[in-house]
């Protein structure tokens, strides 16, 4: 089992700038990607960005240049710094691990989410 825990959401206005943590612990698979998701209300969850262990990563189109994810392997924390927020961007953020190693690619677990709100 692994638990993601996510950090960092609030409330604030457009403009501004927020930083997202998740926290991975347990039996954690590597390699492996971390991202974030959301789902806004009355939409489906999608993809916000990713990250391999080894550092690559993809955006949604809607967030680049204005979101960068990254990682911390040895505290085995994703962070995702969000600027220049949109009223758009609200939505509940998850956390996502997913194994890419063979014997069991494609597991994952996700955190339980944390609200982000931008007023405008």
């Known amino acids: 089992q692994v638990q993601l825990v996510e950090s960092g959401g609030g409330l604030v206005q457009a403009g501004v700038s927020l930083t997202l943590s998740c926290a991975a612990s347990?039996?954690?698979?590597?390699?492996?990607?971390m991202g974030w998701y959301r789902q806004a209300p009355g939409k489906q969850r999608e993809l916000v960005a990713a990250?391999?262990?080894?550092?690559?990563?993809n955006y949604a189109d809607s967030v680049k240049g204005r979101f960068t994810i990254s990682r911390d392997n040895a505290k085995n924390t994703v962070y995702l710094q969000m600027n220049s927020l949109k009223p758009e961007d609200t939505a509940v953020y998850y956390c996502?691990?997913?194994?890419?190693?063979?014997?069991?690619?494609?597991?994952?677990?996700w955190g339980k989410g944390t609200l982000v709100t931008v007023s405008s």
């Open positions: 347990g039996s954690i698979f590597r390699p492996n990607v």
């Open positions: 990250i391999t262990s080894v550092g690559s990563t």
């Open positions: 996502n691990i997913r194994s890419v190693a063979p014997f069991n690619y494609g597991m994952e677990y």
